[in-house]
Every structure is written in C-alpha cells, then in structure tokens.
C-alpha cells in the first residue's frame, strides 16, 4: 500500500473527525419542511441557535440516521442567542474545548434535516475578549469564523481538528459566522430547563442618545449620554428618574448605548441598588434604583 500524499492524509482525517461528531447533530422542524440544526447537548437536551428557531405549537427532532422524535421548546434567551428543546434521546457527550489561536481548522457540522451531517471546513478568522450582545447577553469570547454557511446549519455544533466542542454556530452582522462559546451555553442551560427564561435586570425606561451642551459636557465629562424618553408603568425607575433626564453613567461606568445599559444589569443585579449619574435641567445628580427583573 503506498503511502497516502499530505493533501490525502488531511481529507482523511477531516472526514473522520467529522464521523466522530456527526452523533452530536439533529434537525429541528416545524410546520413544513424548513428545519434548523441543533446540537444534542446531553441526554434529554437539544440546543439551537435562538434566533433562527421560530415560535411554533409543536417541533420535531431529527436524530443521526433519521429517526424522528417530538421535541418541546423548554427556554429560550435572546440575550445569549440560546434555546434548548426536550427530548427522548441519547447524547454523545463530546469533550468541551477553548479555541487555541486564529488560524485554528475548524468544523461546522449541521443537519440536512433527514439524519445526515452536512460539514464546511473553515478557519477561526478572529478571536476576541467577552462582548455583550444587543440584549445584554454575555458572550464569553468572540470567535469569528471564516467560512460561509447554509441557513439550515445554523445552531449546528462547531468542533476543532480534535473533534471537541467549541460551540454553537450562529449568524452575526452581514452574516458572519460565528461561535456561541460552550462555556456560555453551560451557563445558561440549567436556568433554560429549570424556568424556561434567564431573568435579567430592568430599569423600565425608554432611552435615546443624545450629545450634551459644550457646557454641561465640560462639566460632566461626558460628550454624550441617553435621555429618557418614556417610562413603563410600575417601572423601577418611575418616580426617580423623569422624561427629559439625560443618563451618563450607571455605577461609575458610562453609557452611551441602549446596550451598555443592558449589559450593567445582569441577572446578578436584581434586587440590587445601582447608582445613576444623570443630568437633570442642565445640573449633574448622583440618584439610586433598585433594580428589578425584566417582566417576562
């Protein structure tokens, strides 16, 4: 047997690794034909990429080689981009790994929605420092991947050249690929299947940014901030905080953005005090709000 060329010898072991995964992947459906992908995460849980899953009265679960099963929705968090659905079946249990560095080969497997793994091969394109999603969601690390992938394969699990788990894959802007952590889904998973939503904090107020007046910036220190526009009725915030209040900072952290806003009341700060610094009729003031949960 002559020995196989390096180009040969990389295909066979892509294509092996990605046998070796192929049990971690199921197809989520609903209605008609249109399916997802999803990652059977333990036994009894598959998890999927929140925002391609669509509300719907029922599921069903498409599992490696083609059985079908019903699925329930338990949770589902915008904020992480995470949602799991219960089912009767077995998971593989695959070993969680780190990204190691940019330039990593990498898999992103998914369903063709009838019991077979689809697999594009790609790079990781840039590796990045925990961010915070639009909702407020913390993403423990930025992983982008350079790679192009069909919208039935989003939710699907992303593996490295060892064949361990780095995550989920998801849309990001322009449609960049990108990795929900594994750490972040560990994160939220029990929460998911115990009260069907992570409960986050909530001001009640409607805010929009604005730039401050030279003088009031001068005085502040801030070039910008969000002024209240509207408060929601029972809101936390209401008979504190007044239409026309210019927000600068929540616990000495300033914030310019909706988003910063979100990302300084985690599910830890509920209940808790935080101070705002705000700017009210032209003069600075320091004022305090006990957080609440958002309503459901």
Not at 30 to 50: F, I, Y
Not at 77 to 95: C, F, H, I, K, S
Not at 218 to 231: C, I, T, Y
């Amino acid at each position: 047997m002559t020995d196989l060329s390096p180009l040969a010898a990389l295909s066979h072991a892509i294509a092996a690794t990605a046998r070796q995964a192929a049990p971690l992947v199921a197809a989520i459906g609903w209605g008609g034909r249109q399916h997802v992908s999803g990652v059977l995460w333990r036994a009894g849980a598959l998890v999927t990429s929140e925002q391609s899953l669509p509300d719907a009265d029922a599921y069903t679960a498409t599992l490696p080689g083609g059985t079908r099963t019903g699925a329930a929705l338990a949770g589902r968090d915008r904020a992480t981009n995470v949602a799991v659905l219960r089912l009767q079946a077995d998971a593989p249990g695959v070993a969680q790994a780190e990204p190691r560095g940019v330039g990593e080969l990498v898999l992103a497997l998914g369903s063709d929605g009838a019991g077979e793994t689809t697999v594009r091969l790609g790079a990781i394109e840039a590796l990045g420092a925990p961010w915070e999603s639009m909702r407020g969601g913390r993403i423990d690390r930025l992983i982008r991947l350079g790679l192009r992938l069909g919208q039935p394969a989003e939710g699907g699990p992303v593996i490295d050249a060892e064949g361990r788990l780095l995550g989920m894959s998801t849309f990001g802007p322009r449609r960049g690929v990108l990795v929900i952590p594994a750490s972040t889904i560990a994160r939220v998973l029990d929460t998911l299947l115990e009260t069907g939503r992570i409960a986050r904090g909530w001001l009640g107020v409607g805010l929009h940014p604005v730039a401050l007046p030279r003088e009031v910036a001068e005085r502040s220190g801030a070039a910008a901030g969000l002024m209240v526009v509207n408060l929601a009725e029972g809101a936390p915030a209401a008979g504190v905080l007044l239409p026309g209040d210019i927000l600068l900072e929540i616990d000495g952290k300033p914030v310019t953005a909706p988003r910063a806003v979100a990302a300084a009341l985690g599910p830890e700060r509920i209940g808790q005090p935080v101070s705002l610094k705000l700017v009210r009729g032209g003069e600075l003031a320091t004022l305090a709000v006990t957080v609440a949960a958002r309503p459901a």
